[in-house]
């Protein structure tokens, strides 16, 4: 299985700024994907991020405020902008094996907006 | 109607019990099946993947697909303290994965 690492950990924001989290996979995946766990709440899939190609945004989540960069197979970025305390989440990336479809996910980044 | 429904619990047992956990899906186009376990302020951590109707076992967990009848479940034998945790049931189409609401388990020594 793929071993995915994020960036920061956890963070605590203030209303109104931007965070970029970063996503790094020890292997050249395709598919990436973000995803938003508020608190309590299972996982709901912002956008899947594939490699030379624009990201693909789910219902209710749009590039302006969760602008998303793939540079290459192994790493990507979703930035958090204009934040609000209704950011305040757990957001996390997963990737898919392209042989298997199984998908893994990294730890998490832990955000908190005041 | 979600697509994807599972139980919130809390579901709570007695070490070495046997636990059910389920869920229903509306969507014949799903593909792949997959639980998946997560701790406290961890990521989820896949524990079982199917993509065919009919029952996989490892260890002691063994994931049940019923594609007539939409349904997907997980048993754990014998469970220990150490399964504590919240149980999410996630299906896939396209690379996509729709998740149920996720399960909190609690095993009692």
Known sequence: SAVISQKPSRDICQRGTSLTIQCQVDSQVTMMFWYRQQPGQSLTLIATANQGSEATYESGFVIDKFPISRPNLTFSTLTVSNMSPEDSSIYLCSVEDPTSHEQYFGPGTRLTVT | ?109
């Open chain 2, 1 to 109: 109607q979600k697509e994807v429904e599972q139980d919130p619990g809390p579901l709570s047992v007695p070490e070495g019990a046997i636990v059910s956990l389920n869920c229903t899906y509306s969507n014949s186009a799903f593909q792949y099946f997959m639980w998946y376990r997560q701790y406290s302020r961890k990521g989820p951590e896949l524990l079982m993947y199917t993509y065919s109707s009919g029952n996989k076992e490892d260890g002691r967990f063994t994931a049940q697909v019923d594609k007539s009848s939409k349904y997907i479940s997980l048993f754990i034998r014998d469970s220990q303290p150490s399964d504590s945790a919240t149980y999410l049931c996630a299906m896939s189409v396209g690379g996509k994965l729709i998740f149920g609401q996720g399960t909190e388990l609690s095993v009692k020594p």
